[in-house]
């Protein structure tokens, strides 16, 4: 029995091959919705794994729970409206006095802010590095060893620094794989020093080499973390600059103001620059669902200690993620609704083919039902005919979603990724609505009495 049903099956598929090498062009037409749903379903997984993928290693990169916060230098043109006074008095609208973002504020929200599990704070500075007279721009950045793990980062060779290290502000730091390619080209870095500006550095760690995109680092606000060098916050301090130490001139502080100029003369506020002692901190927090409370709690005590001076900003960069996700979702549902609409017009154009076909063979159904031939042959000698056709088109179309999602992600810079599943789901889809959109006309030839298809002219 198995045999004679292969042997069916083969001759049926053999004959609907002829009839569709005989109408090709007609063929090719019905088969274009399936093409181009097939080509669009290919694409739509496509770009939805890569986004996936680019979600998931963002996450990675920024951490889990994270806040950050950043400050906001002061940068106003000493020219503007400094000059504007009151009718009455005279007096000059300024801007009240800010000590800044400091180490002060890390040690008030580690005590005040119950959710907070660590936290990281940073400065940076842009300088260069120096090793057997090759110099290489880097940047320095001062940190605390809570620092890797709010970042996700790994040491690859090597140690943390030590509580000593930390708090004696010892000449030691930890440098990016780059780095250390750059300076010692086939050697390892590990227990060697390093000039960083004019501050002699001992090498005591590598960090795993992590790979973060263009897009990741202008999205995010993240730098490329293999090409910095680490210290210890009260090292960057002692050893380099403390934005705290005031060396400019004798300011007036009076009434919370910066002012310059005579005593009895006009006083005009100057732009202070970048006055904060740290350059970002990252602020993780317990659970996900305590990130916009905490965030919240932390804006208002900052805003407090801060003189109620605006001077740092706050950012939650899983819900800017999210937003991306989201964004991406919204495509990816638009291209799915296109591709069903053209797998749907596809299937409607097989039905009617079919049904056009059932019409012309007419005369061909009856001869054949004459001879001996069972409705159930009928029936799958055109579901042979329609899945062909599908299967046809499914090819071409994964040919077609294979181009049109590398092309994409040369053209646009959106990853894309291709799998084994998601062409066998659209030949899955093409072998499916040939088989559901080729049952109505199948039946309808089946449902035919011989005596009066053999009459039809």
């Known amino acids: 029995m198995d045999k004679i049903l292969l042997e069916q099956i083969k001759s049926n598929f053999i004959e609907a091959y002829r009839i569709i090498v005989i109408n090709k062009v007609r063929t090719f037409l019905t088969a274009l919705g399936i093409i181009f749903g097939v080509a669009a379903v290919i694409t739509m997984l496509a770009i939805g794994n890569g986004a996936e993928k680019e979600i998931l290693s963002q996450l990675e990169l920024v951490g889990v729970n994270n806040i950050v916060i950043e400050p906001i230098p002061d940068e106003e043109d000493e020219n503007s409206s400094d000059e504007e006074s009151d009718e009455e008095g005279g007096a000059t609208e300024q801007k009240r006095f800010s000590k800044g973002l400091d180490l002060l504020d890390v040690s008030s929200i580690s005590k005040i802010v119950p959710s907070v599990k660590r936290l990281s704070p940073e400065i940076i500075m842009d300088t260069y ?89 202008e999205n995010l606000g ?72 905490t965030a919240e709690v932390i804006s208002r005590m900052l805003k407090r200690k801060h003189n109620d001076v605006l001077d740092f900003e706050i950012s939650i960069p899983i819900n800017l993620l999210k937003q991306q996700q989201k964004t991406k979702q919204i495509f990816n549902i638009v291209l799915s609704i296109i591709a069903g609409i053209s797998l749907l017009i596809g299937g409607i154009g097989i039905m009617n083919i079919m049904l056009a076909s059932v019409l012309e063979r007419t005369k061909e159904i009856g001869i054949v039902r004459a001879l001996g031939a069972t409705r159930q042959d009928v029936i799958w000698q055109f579901l042979s005919e329609s899945i062909l056709i599908s299967l046809g088109g499914g090819i071409i179309g994964v040919i077609l979603g294979i181009i049109a999602s590398f092309g994409l992600e040369k053209l646009t810079g959106i990853e894309t990724i291709l799998t084994i599943s998601s062409i066998l789901l659209s030949f899955f889809v093409a072998t499916l609505v040939g088989l559901v959109f080729g049952v109505f006309p199948a039946r309808s030839a089946a449902n035919k009495r011989p005596i009066e298809a053999i009459r039809h002219e």
């Open 222 to 293: 993240i730098r490329d973390l293999n090409q910095d060098v680490y210290i210890p916050i009260k090292t960057f301090l002692v050893r380099y600059k403390d934005r705290k130490i005031i060396h400019d001139k004798q300011l007036d502080f009076s009434g919370g103001i910066i002012m310059v100029g005579n005593q009895n003369g006009p006083k005009k506020r100057i732009p202070r620059g970048n006055y904060h002692q740290i350059d970002r901190l990252t602020v993780q927090v317990n659970n996900s669902s305590e990130l916009k409370g």
């Open 129 to 217: 590095v120096i090793n057997k007279g090759k110099q290489n721009g880097v940047k320095l950045i001062g940190i605390t060893n809570a620092y890797f793990e709010t970042s996700n980062i790994s040491l690859g060779r090597g140690t943390k620094f030590s509580e000593a290290q930390s708090n004696n502000a010892m000449p030691v730091c930890i440098i990016g794989e780059k780095v250390e390619k750059k300076l010692f080209t086939g050697e390892s870095a590990l227990g060697k020093q390093i000039k960083v500006k004019d501050v002699w550095l001992k090498v005591i760690g590598i960090i795993e080499e992590k790979l973060i995109s263009e897009k990741a680092q």
